[in-house]
C-alpha cells in the first residue's frame, strides 16, 4: 500500500517543481507574495496561460457574464470605459505584468464593464471562474485582495467613484460631496418680519432649533436670526419682545439652490463669516443649513477660524490661529473631503490671514506712497499650499507721472519686510531663495514686472526656465488686482507669440518624467541619504503642474491652478474631457497622499518629507499611485508630442 | 537479457501491467490532419540526453507541455526523469542538462515512465524546437524500451516559426534566438519542462499569426513547416 502514496508524494514533487517557474513568478505579484504556498500550486496547477496578439479583445462588456479571472504575464493591456455619453472619450488606462482583472464582474456574476484589449503581444494565464471562486475560498489572502471593498474595484482604480472611496478615511463622511438638498434633514422654521420677537423665540423653543428664517408671504427668504443674535441684537440694546422681528435680524440672508454641494455652502460661510446658509429654490425657502450640519465631526469650525482671522488684533493673535488651521485641515483629511477642496480651504484661510497681516502691518507704517498689490508665485499662486509651504511672494504697483519706481521701491520695502517677517511668525518660513516682496527684484512696477518676465522668456537659460515656472503662476493676493490681469494678458499674448521659449519649457519639463520602471516597479531613488524612495512633489506632482503651465501658456489660458488649468484646456477643446478628468483625479490623488503623509509625520513629531518608499504604501495606494504617474506620462507624452521632442 | 532482445530485434519483455497501458494507447484514434486550428490539442515535448550526438545520446528526461485550445494547461505540465545507473559522469553535458547522477538515479522506472510519456502524449500533434532530434531520440528509446512505434505526427516550430514570421527573423537559429526576438523570458533553461514550457509560448505566438494569415488547419501548418524544411536543405 505504500507504494501508490510514494508515487503520489513523488508526483506531487515533480509537480511542484516543474511549475516552479509559474510560482516565481507569481510570488514576485500581489496578492500572491502574500498567499500560502499551498493555495499558489493550487492557483498554478489550474492556470491556462494564453496569448493575445496587439489589439486582440481579452474581455467584453457583450461577451455575457465574466467567466475567467486573467493576471498579465507578459505585455500590456488597456483598459477602456465605454463612455456613456458619446461627446466624453471614455477613460483608457493600462495593466501591466502581474496585475490582475477582473474581480468585481466575476465575483457578482456580471458582465465586465471594461474592453480589455492587449495594447502589446501579451501573454496572460487565465483561471476559470469556479476555480477562481474555489481559491477565494481557500485562500483568506486572495478572499481579503479581492473582496476587500476597495480592492474589488481595482481594475477600475481610475474612476472617480474610487478615487473618492479611496481617499476616505475611518469613518469616512464625504458629507461636502453632497448636495444641499440632500442634506436637509427638516422643513424651515420660518415667520414673518412682523412677528413679534417673543413668538418666534417660543416657536424657536418649540421647534429646538437655533435659528429662524424671516420670509415674506411667498416664502421668500428676508433675513435670519440666531440664538446668538438674541444677547446683542434684543437683550443689551433693551429690546421689547413685542418688537418686530425685521428689526434684529441679520438681512440679505445668503442663498444657495438644493443641486448646489455642501462645500460650496461651506465655502460661501467661510467667506462672509455666516454660520447659516438658506436653501432657496425657485425663490422659495426649502430649508436651512447651518455650519455644524456640514461639519458635524469638527471642532474647529471653518466660520469661526475665518472670524477669528479677521479679528485678529495684531501678529501674535494671528499666528496662534495656525494651529486651529492645522487641526481643521487633519480633521478634513480623516472625513475624506476631497483634496480641491482641502487645498482650496487651505489657501482661503492662508489669504485671510496673509490678507490680515498685510493691514496690520501697513498701518504700523505711514501711508505708502502708492497703493501695491500684494502677489503670490509658485503653489500659493497656483492655489496649491499644503500645510506649510515657505513663502513665495512680491509686489507690483503703478509709478504716477513725475516719479520714480526706484523710490516708490523704496518706501515699500520696510513695510514688505515687515509683512515677510510677520508671514514667518504666523507659520510661512522665508523662502530660501528670496522670493519674496523684500527683495527688490521682486517688488517691482508694472513695466519693471514686463521687463524682468520679457528678459527670461528671451533668454531662456536654465535659470530662467526656472524662474519663470515660480513667476509665472502668480496671483493677487492683496490689493487692486487691475495691474496683476493686465500683467497676465500681457504674458498670455507674449507667450502665445513665443514658441522657442515654450519648446525650451517643455524641453525642461520632460526632463523630470515620473519614475515609473520600463517593466512594472517604480524606480525608487538609491541615494544613500534616502534609499529606495520617490519623491512626491517633485516627480508626482511637477509633471502635471509644468504641463498644465506649458498647455496653458500656450493656449492663451489666464488660470494659475492646475486643476483649473486642465479644466479650461478641456472647455476649450485643447485636450479631452476624458484627459482632463483622468490627469485631475491623479493628480489629486499624489497630492492626497502627500498630505496624508505630512499629517501623519507631524502627528510622529517628524519633519514633513515629500519621500515615500512605495514598499510602505498599501496595495492599493501602490497601484492608483501607479497608474497616476502612468497619467503623467501620458501627459508628457502629449507635450512630447505637441512640441516634437 | 535486455541487450540481446535489443540485438535480435525482439519486442522486450514487459510488465502485464505496462503491456494494459500501451494497448489502451495503440488503441487510440490517430490524429488527423484536417483538424481545425481552433480545436487542435498540441503535446509540446522537450527531450535532455546524455549528449548531442544523435546516434548514441540516451534519453534522461522528457518535459510535457499540453496544449488544448484555449492555451497552455499548466496543470498537465509534467518532466518524467528516467531511471539510469550512471557510471561515468560526462561533465559537459552535466552542463547542458543539468540532471545530475543523483537525479537520474532517482528517476523513474524506465518502462513505467515512457508509458507515463505516452499516456500524456496519446495520439496528440507533438511540437518541439528542432523537432527531428526529440523525435528520433524518442522513438527509439520507446521502440528499444517498449517495442512502441511512435507515429505522432510532430510540428518542428524551428521551421514553422520562419515560415509564419519571415521579417527580420533571418538571423534566428536557436531557441534563445526566438525567444530573445518575442521578449520571452525564460528563468531556468535546459530543464525539460521548462524548456517545454517556452516553446509552447513560442506555440501560442505561432498559432496567433497563422490564424492571422487566414490559415485553418493544422494541415496547414505542417505544409508551411515543411516547405521550409526542404528550403533549409536547399541552403544548407
Known amino acids: 500500500m505504500s507504494e501508490p502514496s510514494h508515487n503520489h508524494a513523488e508526483a506531487h514533487d515533480r509537480q511542484a517543481g516543474v511549475l516552479l517557474p509559474v510560482l516565481e513568478f507569481l510570488r514576485r505579484h500581489a496578492p500572491f507574495d502574500q498567499m500560502e504556498s499551498e493555495h499558489l500550486e493550487f492557483l498554478a496547477k489550474r492556470l491556462k496561460l494564453t496569448f493575445y496578439a496587439r489589439g486582440e479583445k481579452i474581455t467584453d462588456p457583450k461577451g455575457g457574464p465574466a467567466s475567467r479571472f486573467y493576471i498579465i504575464k507578459q505585455g500590456r493591456v488597456r483598459g477602456e470605459t465605454p463612455s456613456e455619453d458619446e461627446q466624453i472619450s471614455g477613460n483608457a488606462w493600462e495593466l501591466v505584468p502581474g496585475e490582475c482583472f477582473p474581480i468585481g464582474a466575476l465575483l457578482s456574476r456580471r458582465p465586465v464593464r471594461t474592453v480589455h484589449r492587449a495594447a502589446e503581444d501579451t501573454f496572460c494565464f487565465e483561471l476559470e471562474r469556479e476555480d477562481f471562486l474555489q481559491l477565494n475560498k481557500l485562500s483568506p489572502e486572495f478572499n481579503d485582495f479581492c473582496t476587500r471593498r476597495l480592492a474589488s474595484l481595482l481594475d477600475q482604480v481610475h474612476r472617480q467613484v474610487q478615487a473618492s472611496a479611496a481617499t476616505t478615511g475611518p469613518g469616512g463622511d464625504t458629507s461636502l460631496n453632497i448636495t444641499l438638498g440632500e442634506r436637509l434633514r427638516r422643513e424651515p422654521v420660518s415667520c414673518l418680519p412682523t412677528t413679534p420677537i417673543r413668538e418666534a423665540l417660543e416657536t424657536m423653543e418649540r421647534e429646538n432649533v437655533g435659528s429662524i428664517v424671516i420670509v415674506d408671504e411667498h416664502m421668500h427668504p428676508l433675513g435670519v436670526f440666531t440664538l446668538h443674535d438674541l444677547l446683542s441684537r434684543v437683550a443689551l440694546p433693551g429690546r421689547g419682545m413685542d418688537e418686530p422681528m425685521g428689526e434684529v435680524m441679520s438681512p440679505e440672508p445668503i442663498t444657495l439652490p438644493p443641486s448646489a454641494f455642501a462645500f460650496e455652502a461651506a465655502m460661501l460661510m467661510a467667506n462672509h463669516g455666516f454660520h447659516h446658509v438658506c436653501v432657496v429654490e425657485r425663490g422659495r425657502l426649502k430649508g436651512v443649513i447651518s455650519e455644524r450640519d456640514l461639519f458635524s465631526l469638527q471642532r474647529v469650525g471653518l466660520v469661526n477660524l475665518s472670524r477669528a482671522i479677521a479679528h485678529a488684533d495684531d501678529i501674535p493673535a494671528l499666528a496662534a490661529l495656525g494651529g486651529d488651521i492645522q487641526q481643521l485641515i487633519t480633521q478634513m483629511i480623516a472625513q475624506g473631503a476631497q483634496v480641491a477642496q482641502i487645498t482650496q480651504i487651505i489657501t482661503l484661510l492662508n489669504d485671510h490671514i496673509t490678507r490680515r497681516i498685510i493691514d496690520i502691518c501697513t498701518r504700523e507704517f505711514p501711508p505708502p506712497p502708492v497703493p501695491f498689490t500684494w502677489m503670490a508665485f509658485g503653489s500659493e499662486g497656483r492655489q496649491e499650499q499644503t500645510l506649510k509651504t515657505d513663502q513665495d511672494n512680491g509686489i507690483i504697483f503703478e509709478v504716477p507721472e513725475g516719479k520714480s519706481a526706484e523710490d516708490i521701491r523704496q518706501a515699500l520695502l520696510p513695510i514688505a519686510r515687515r509683512i515677510n517677517e510677520a508671514l514667518d511668525q504666523c507659520g510661512y518660513p522665508l523662502c530660501p531663495g528670496n522670493i519674496m516682496a523684500s527683495n527688490p527684484e521682486c517688488c517691482l512696477s508694472t513695466t519693471e514686472w514686463r521687463e524682468r518676465f520679457s528678459r527670461w522668456v528671451e533668454g531662456g537659460n536654465p535659470e530662467h526656465l526656472l524662474k519663470a515656472s515660480i513667476f509665472f503662476d502668480f496671483r493677487t493676493i492683496e490689493g487692486d488686482s487691475r495691474p496683476v490681469e493686465a500683467l497676465r494678458h500681457w504674458l498670455t499674448s507674449k507667450m502665445a507669440g513665443n514658441s522657442r521659449f515654450l519648446h525650451l519649457m517643455a524641453r525642461n519639463a520632460l526632463l523630470n518624467r515620473p519614475p515609473l520602471g520600463l517593466v512594472r516597479d517604480f524606480v525608487v531613488s538609491d541615494d544613500a541619504k534616502h534609499p529606495n524612495t520617490l519623491d512626491l512633489k517633485l516627480q508626482g506632482l511637477t509633471p502635471f503642474v509644468d504641463g498644465a503651465r506649458i498647455l496653458a501658456l500656450a493656449h492663451r489660458i489666464e488660470e494659475t491652478s492646475t486643476l483649473e488649468r486642465l479644466n479650461a484646456l478641456a472647455r476649450s477643446q485643447h485636450i479631452t474631457q476624458g484627459e482632463a478628468q483622468s490627469w485631475i483625479q491623479a493628480f489629486s490623488y499624489i497630492q492626497l497622499l502627500r498630505m496624508r503623509q505630512h499629517r501623519r509625520q507631524q502627528a510622529a513629531g517628524e519633519t514633513p518629507s515629500n519621500r515615500v518608499n512605495p514598499d510602505t504604501l498599501s496595495e492599493l495606494d501602490r497601484r492608483i499611485l501607479k497608474e497616476a504617474f502612468r497619467q503623467a506620462r501620458k501627459l508628457q507624452s502629449r507635450i512630447t508630442l505637441d512640441y516634437q521632442l | ?236
Request: with cysteine.
Open chain 2, 1 to 236: 537479457m535486455s541487450f540481446l532482445s535489443t540485438l535480435f530485434g525482439s519486442r522486450p519483455r514487459l510488465d502485464p501491467g505496462i503491456e494494459d497501458r500501451l494497448a489502451r494507447w495503440r488503441a487510440l484514434p490517430e490524429p488527423s490532419a484536417r483538424t481545425s486550428l481552433d480545436e487542435a490539442r498540441f503535446v509540446v515535448i522537450d527531450v535532455e540526453t546524455t549528449g548531442l550526438d544523435l546516434s548514441r545520446s540516451e534519453l534522461l528526461s522528457v518535459g510535457l507541455v499540453p496544449v488544448g485550445p484555449h492555451g497552455i494547461e499548466l496543470g498537465g505540465l509534467d518532466e518524467i526523469v528516467l531511471r539510469r545507473e550512471v557510471t561515468r559522469i560526462d561533465k559537459d553535458n552535466l552542463v547542458v542538462h543539468g540532471i545530475s547522477p543523483t537525479e537520474s538515479a532517482a528517476g523513474v522506472d524506465v518502462h513505467e515512465a515512457l508509458a507515463s510519456v505516452l499516456e500524456h502524449i496519446g495520439k496528440s500533434w507533438l511540437v518541439a524546437f528542432h523537432a527531428d532530434f526529440d523525435r528520433i531520440i524518442l522513438g527509439r528509446t520507446l521502440r528499444k524500451q517498449l517495442g512502441v512505434k511512435l507515429r505522432n505526427p510532430f510540428l518542428d516550430l524551428a521551421m514553422l516559426l520562419p515560415a509564419l514570421y519571415s521579417d527580420g527573423t533571418a538571423g534566428l537559429k536557436g531557441l534563445d534566438d526566438w525567444l530573445g526576438h518575442f521578449a520571452i523570458p525564460c528563468p531556468v533553461r535546459h530543464r525539460a519542462s521548462a524548456d517545454a514550457l517556452v516553446t509552447a509560448e513560442l506555440l501560442l505566438l505561432a498559432l496567433a499569426e497563422a490564424r492571422r494569415q487566414n490559415h485553418t488547419e493544422l494541415r496547414a501548418l505542417d505544409d508551411l513547416a515543411q516547405t521550409q524544411a526542404k528550403l533549409h536543405l536547399m541552403r544548407h
